[in-house]
């Protein structure tokens, strides 16, 4: 672990390098011949792009998307100049010159966004998306012709699953269709479309590239969970306090909880300005020393309330409370929102310590 | 407003400073005779201590709240020497040092802070903090004696109120009644309660200082609003697509909204991954030139589709979708959570813009 010495008061980010690698290999294994980029957008979900793309990058990952331009300039600077960096929302008007001076490569997602970049000149690499059924962004596959991309240097079309979490879902078979119909249009340019989820529908969907993201941090990529990946982040909030809780004794604001017998409690350094949901009040746990704690009482934005009387021992202040880790997807569903969106929602406030080999 | 040159693509956060100064003009007033702090705690809600609390020092604010000694550190940094800056989790282990050299009056919570404080000299400041009735942090005053607090140099005897939202919470009088008892017993030492709901309260509540937190920010501080307040943040999202929608067609992950005819959206460059929560999936709106326009489908990590079939001309990619603002609580309220949770959790991707006069 990097040497920190962060204020004993202030909740700690622990980030597992060593899982993100042996996530990516079970992904890349799962990948079969196709090969295997990386989603780093939004900070690599919230856990640290600049720690994280080098780690990928050296497991043999050549391919990296990011949301926004911005993202991808901070992972040029993270990597080597030969990787590939998508920039996912494509080309804004009087981007392109900055896309090519930092050798990042748009995905092409309008009309709009072809014309802006062949006007810049055109010859550098650019990505095709065609939208084949999650209507979010994309060329309508509806519509399309590959006339469309007349004149550009294209190096890879692209699509994107809206119900791959669902293998069962009716719409999977039909993107996979017309994907296939519009990627045989191009038959010298690599194709793209499985994301974690899409990888395990099998070898039909992995075309040339494959893109995993949530499961490179640990997240479940299916409805029904999927591989065994690692888990990736860690909390450790520091105890601040201990004390009791006579009966009937609420706790927190709107004092939605009550206590239905004399109770031991421990106050946490952690809130939901850390990224802890206002919707974990009262359903969460935290772990101490492995055991469930938990959460009592609403989230404030500083501060949660475990139960600790059954702990073998009561923690002292400046003992460490774990949250998520083995207990993301849990934690996730308890809260009733997405594994993706408790990562890339961790706060600023947290002294973020990588363990594992860096790169 | 401050010049900047902003990617595009990238969503802003624009923060207007002239919103927070007339916020903090209408706490004072309602403060009385009190003295009116303010709460900036997790980067002023959010919205950049560095900018805000010199604001509010301009405006005659002496006394911060900072939830961990490192805001503290960044708020000292932020402000003149002689400002008093408290830490509400109080004192760790180590942490005595850094709080006296940077002149920071440790919120002593609890037996334990009190010895801590005191065997590192404890000559300087200290506040110290009753739990009345929240039961979250601070000492239990079932069980306070003032002689817990003998060899401390207290600045400040305060509390907090679990239930200020609603004034007809029977606990409010039960702990108004206990903290009068309490601090009777320092008659030379400044005393303190109300948060920004408990200004509202009246003047019994507002003994020598009061806390105004979300009301500074534009939130409201009563479940049924209060008085009227000046927004201060908002976002700006740029537009990458319109499009057009087939009847029955889906939108997004999980295809959760069907379209019930056929539509014009538009995608813009705003998601989870900013702090639009999963939860405001089919249930938000944004605004474009003022106008409504309701978001659909689930949100994404970095985008969401709005329907914008009904303005009087269809936005270009490009054109600025707006968020929050005016529909702070509004929109708080139809994804289930608090403004608070709002303003706190906007993310790390924003282009930050403060309009309106710096300190």
């Not at 719409?171 to 519009?182: A, S």
């Amino acid at each position: 672990m990097d040497s920190v010495a962060p204020l004993p008061s202030s909740p700690r980010l622990i980030v597992d390098l060593d899982a993100v690698r042996s996530n990516y290999r079970l992904m890349a294994e799962r990948s079969g011949k196709a090969k295997t980029g990386a989603a780093i957008k939004a900070d690599a979900y919230g856990l640290g792009l600049e720690r994280i793309a080098p780690v990928l990058a050296r497991e043999g990952c050549t391919s990296f998307f990011c949301a926004h331009l911005s993202e991808a300039v901070a992972a040029r600077s993270a990597l080597d100049y030969d990787a590939e960096i998508f920039v996912l929302s494509g080309v804004s008007y009087g981007e392109a010159p900055l896309l090519r001076q930092k050798h990042l490569t748009p995905v092409l997602n309008t009309h709009e966004q072809i014309l802006l970049w062949r006007e810049a000149g055109g010859d550098d690499p650019a990505a095709l998306h065609i939208d084949t059924g999650i209507n979010r962004l994309g060329l309508d596959w509806h519509n399309f012709a590959p006339a469309m991309a007349e004149g550009l240097n294209l190096s890879l079309v692209m699509s994107h699953f809206a119900c791959a979490s669902d293998p069962a879902h009716a719409l999977n078979t039909k993107q996979l269709e017309r994907f296939t119909t519009i990627r045989n249009a191009f038959p010298n340019v690599r194709a793209s479309l499985a994301n974690s989820a899409g990888i395990l529908h099998g070898a039909e969907t992995h075309f040339d590239l494959t893109r995993p993201g949530i499961a490179l941090y640990g997240g479940a990529p299916l409805d029904t969970g999927g591989p065994s990946l690692t888990p990736v982040a860690r909390i450790e909030a520091p105890v601040l306090q201990v004390r009791h809780l006579r009966k009937n004794q609420n706790i927190g604001y709107g004092a939605s909880f009550t206590a239905p017998r004399d109770m031991t409690i421990a106050t946490a350094a952690i809130g939901y300005a850390d990224g802890v949901p206002v919707a974990a009040s009262n359903c969460w746990f935290g772990r101490i020393e492995g055991q469930k704690t938990p959460l009592l009482g609403r989230v404030s934005m500083d501060l949660c309330v475990f139960d600790v009387g059954h702990l073998p021992s009561p923690p002292q202040p400046g003992d460490m409370l774990s949250l998520l880790g083995q207990d993301l997807e849990v934690l996730a569903s308890l809260s009733d929102t997405l594994s993706y969106e408790l990562l890339t929602r961790l706060g600023p406030r947290f002294v973020r310590e990588y363990k594992g080999r860096s790169a």
